[in-house]
């Protein structure tokens, strides 16, 4: 079945620091990638996504490329904020089975 | 636009006891989906709903049950409550055929059982 593995966390940068939380995937077919981020007490949030091979996702300064060879979706941001402290999710969506399986997420702390 | 709601956002029930959560879909969507996110997990899909059937399940038992009204909002009931169903139950909504362009998700109902 399908199946999403990120990096355990928690990640803990300085602000400014170069974040990446890799992820890979398992799949049947050609799934889209996602990445989504849940604040404290909140819900999912898409965060970017990227819907076939070679796609590059981004949004507020984080990034992801779809790479299928090496069925992997890593997030990327080039300088943390404090503000970006939470858990980030990597999920994948195939038609065939019509649902998100997540990741089991990754904690993000981002201390000054 | 307006987004997913849910209601309750907290909840406490007793082992043995039925719950039923709601969800109001984004307007303009038309499908339904429950997940359930254990504390330190990833969500987990429970069901979706279609034009007012189940479209798709995951590993959830029949005491799992759902509804889906004709304006797209829906139920999410769980009978004979136990203590591992404790939970963030998480509501998204999206546009048949769009599910690979992402959901909307609500913001969710923390369950407590006792």
């Known amino acids: 079945g399908d199946s999403v593995t990120q990096m355990e966390g928690p990640v803990t940068l300085s602000e400014e620091a170069f974040l990446t939380i890799n992820c890979t995937y398992t799949?049947?077919?050609?799934?889209?990638l996602f990445w989504y981020v849940q604040y404290p007490g909140e819900g999912l949030q898409l965060l970017l996504k990227?819907?076939?091979?070679?796609d590059k996702g981004s949004n507020k300064g984080f990034e992801a490329t779809y790479r299928k060879e090496t069925t992997s979706f890593h997030l990327e941001k080039g300088s943390v904020q404090v503000s970006d402290s939470a858990v980030y999710f990597c999920?994948?969506?195939?038609?065939?089975?019509?649902?998100?399986?997540f990741g089991t997420g990754t904690r993000l702390q981002v201390t000054l | 636009e307006t987004g997913v709601t849910q209601s309750p956002t907290h909840l406490i029930k007793t082992r043995g006891q039925q719950v039923t959560l709601r969800c109001s879909s984004q307007?303009?969507?038309?499908?339904v989906s429950w997940y359930q996110q254990a504390l330190g997990q990833g969500p987990q899909f429970i069901f979706q709903?279609?034009?007012?059937?189940?479209?798709g399940r995951g590993n959830f038992p029949p005491r799992f049950s759902g509804l889906q009204f004709p304006n797209y909002s829906s139920e999410l009931n769980v009978n004979a409550l136990e203590l591992d169903d404790s939970a963030l139950y998480l509501c998204?909504?999206?546009?048949?055929?769009?599910?690979?362009?992402?959901?909307?998700f609500g913001s969710g109902t923390r369950l407590t059982v006792v």
């Open positions: 990227a819907t076939k091979a070679d």
């Open positions: 799949a049947t077919g050609y799934p889209s």
């Open positions: 709903y279609y034009r007012e059937e189940e479209n």
């Open positions: 999920a994948l969506f195939t038609g065939t089975a019509s649902k998100l399986t």
């Open positions: 307007s303009g969507h038309n499908t």
């Open positions: 998204a909504s999206s546009l048949t055929g769009t599910g690979n362009y992402g959901y909307t």
